[in-house]
């Protein structure tokens, strides 16, 4: 009888551990899987009404490698280094700026070369403004780039843009190339200021406003496919903005545009069913980065302007909250929304706070409504989110409300899980009494 009664109260005991441990299975998901960011497979290059699909010139080599800017301070005497590009020259042309995708080991770049090396060319000027990059980017090439008076060359990077200006002499290229961040979907804008439209245009104030001898660049050119020998197309204006992005020329077009506090984002015709992916500032701290937002339910064109602020005249936070970050986005009409942001772990760690204790939250002008917000990655030095929101107005992340700390220790998120297993220990304990006495009896 004793054997029976152990095996009927071990049933019980295994009825109890299958319910909880189901429970525990929903309450322990933290980190929800998504394919959002899906390496993308289409890209298009975009001026004004004109769209056409392209390819990255692909190579086994990092866009450092395949650039192959030299100076006296990369080779020693003896080679080839007059300050341009080397690993393109079967690309370049006199007095044309190329603009491409390039795909090596170190993944997508983007990629720009003015003039001809050992050219037909008599120097020239040139200004670009990139915005809309992704946090990661940074200018992994810059032609030029060495310590001296005659580099005049400027490259900045800004929160959502990059800049440069060049000017190089005769028989020489400028440009660079962007790394970061571009194997994700996303969407840039370049604003290009060649010749006389440029910053370093008899600009008086340089080491030696000489140094070129009035060259232009004439044509600007798109390539795709092959890195040996791509198609090359001209675009149609040397003054109108360049969009190059993933996807198709059926999508909605997304350009970027800066602002004095930020940057816009403006889409172009989008139906409902669209989903824009919008690259947004970074935040008002390091602490917490907004890494895209994806709009959709969008009626009509939509310029949606980003910056990072905390609203004047308005709680920072929900009462007894700190803010870890916050962003403001202003927009023409209602928008819905998911919005992805990150979490340092250093920054979770010093202030106590489990990462799905984390939560965004928005208002558009009344109080604080904590998002559902949900974890989906960790890579250690940092946590993951996604929140859906009804308004982009004014965007706070902070610790949640939903789950009050107790004497026991933070009640559970989850909805439900505390009376789930109260219950099942319950009935549990029921069915191990009841077993017990029906063995003796």
Not at 207 to 220: C, M
């Amino acid at each position: 009888m004793i054997g029976r009664e152990r095996r009927l109260a071990a049933v019980a005991a295994v009825i109890a551990l299958v319910v909880l441990g189901s429970v525990g299975g929903v309450a322990g998901q933290v980190i929800a899987q998504s394919d959002e960011n899906a390496t993308p497979d289409a890209y298009v290059v975009e001026q004004g009404d004109a769209c056409q699909q392209i390819e990255p010139l692909s190579t086994a080599e990092s866009v450092d490698s395949f650039y192959d800017y030299r100076n006296h301070e990369t080779h020693p005497e003896g080679v080839d280094r007059l300050y341009s590009s080397y690993g393109t020259t079967h690309l370049q042309e006199n007095n044309a700026s190329l603009l491409f995708l390039h795909e090596g080991t170190d993944g997508i770049s983007l990629v720009m070369v003015h003039d001809r090396v050992d050219g037909n060319t008599t120097g020239g000027v040139a200004s670009f403004d990139v915005i809309g990059l992704p946090h990661e980017a940074k200018w992994e090439v810059k032609n030029d780039d060495y310590d001296g008076p005659t580099n005049m060359d400027e490259f900045d990077r800004g929160d959502g843009w990059a800049s440069a200006d060049w000017i190089w002499i005769e028989s020489r290229t400028g440009g660079g190339a962007i790394q970061g961040g571009l194997n994700d979907p996303f969407a840039v804008t370049v604003h290009p200021a060649f010749n006389e439209d440029a910053e370093y245009y008899e600009d008086d104030d340089l080491y030696d406003p000489d140094w070129y001898d009035g060259g232009e660049i004439e044509e600007w050119h798109v390539l795709s496919g092959d890195a040996t020998s791509p198609v090359r197309s001209e675009l149609g204006s040397l003054s109108e903005p360049v969009t190059i992005r993933t996807g198709t020329c059926d999508e909605p077009t997304v350009t970027y545009g800066l602002t004095d506090d930020g940057i816009a984002a403006t889409v172009e015709a989008p139906s409902p069913d669209d989903v824009a992916r919008l690259q947004p500032t970074n935040g008002t701290t390091d602490d917490v980065r907004f890494e895209h937002v994806d709009v959709t339910d969008l009626e009509g064109t939509e310029t949606v302007t980003f910056e990072n602020d905390q609203p004047d005249g308005f709680p920072a936070a929900p009462d007894d909250r700190e803010s870890l970050g916050s962003l403001a986005a202003a927009t023409t009409q209602p928008v819905t929304a998911t919005v992805s942001f990150s979490v340092d772990a250093a920054t979770l760690e010093d202030a106590g706070l489990e990462p799905e204790r984390v939560a965004l939250y928005e208002s558009d002008g009344g109080e604080w409504e904590e998002s559902e917000t949900t974890l989906t990655d960790e890579t250690g030095a940092a946590y993951y989110f996604t929140a859906e929101v009804s308004s982009l107005e004014r965007l706070t992340v902070a610790e949640s409300e939903e789950a009050e700390a107790t004497s026991e220790g933070d009640v559970s998120s989850v909805p439900g899980f505390g009376f789930v297993v109260t219950l099942s220990v319950f009935l549990a304990l029921a069915l191990t009494a009841a077993w017990t006495a029906r063995a003796r009896s």
